[in-house]
């Protein structure tokens, strides 16, 4: 597995799609390695992606690289604390209790936080995500705190044996989000894609994708 290697290859494909957005491509550490992730900065990611803040607070001391990074999973209201503190951008809100948490989080160390709000489009029971009927809410919630800064939205598509039947989900996505983003400011990331339908997400309107098999190889988990 060259990490180096797939990392290039997948951000020339990125960059071969001619919009006039720029694709952010974070590369998703979870489960690897501290080394794992500097080759992946040294081959050019200027964003790297955990889903545990644990497991965050455990590499990026160690880390002695310059990346944005990204939590991607789910946030516990006990964990705001160091999630403040680790992140540049929690693309994971999803209920006004959490956003509550956050901002005071964010406001006891002075922070002004980037934030994406998580949608659970396809109503998945097992999934976070706010649903769509509740967007509007959360959104208005969001605005009203003094710390957060809402960014723009997160998706976790259905993980589907054909990517392709997610094609509508996608676009239905970028719609909702051109809409919000016409009427606010620093609204300016739609996150959605993984390695096995990052391709379709793309088609349809992501500008941000979170790879990390196709970077990095499968995960082991122990
Ligand atoms: C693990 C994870 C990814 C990356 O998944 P791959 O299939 O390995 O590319 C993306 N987004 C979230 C939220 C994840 O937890």
Redesign the pocket.
Known sequence: MDVAENFRAIRAELDSIARDEKILL?A?T?NHGVELMREAIDAGATDI?E?RVQEAAEKFPALERNATRHL??HLQTNKVKPAVKLFDLI??VDSVHLATALDKAAAAIGKVQDVLIQVNAAREPQKSGVLLEDLNTLINFVDTTGNLRLRGL?M?APNLPDAENCRPLFRQMRKLFDELKSARAAFDFLSMG???D?KIAVAEGANVV???????GE?VYT
């Not at 979170?210 to 990095?216: E, S, W």
Request: charged share 15%; proline share 0%; glycine share 14%.
């Open positions: 974070v998703v979870k992606g889903n991607i999973g693309q994971s997160m976790i993984m390695t096995h990052y979170r790879v990390g098999t196709a970077i990095f995960r």
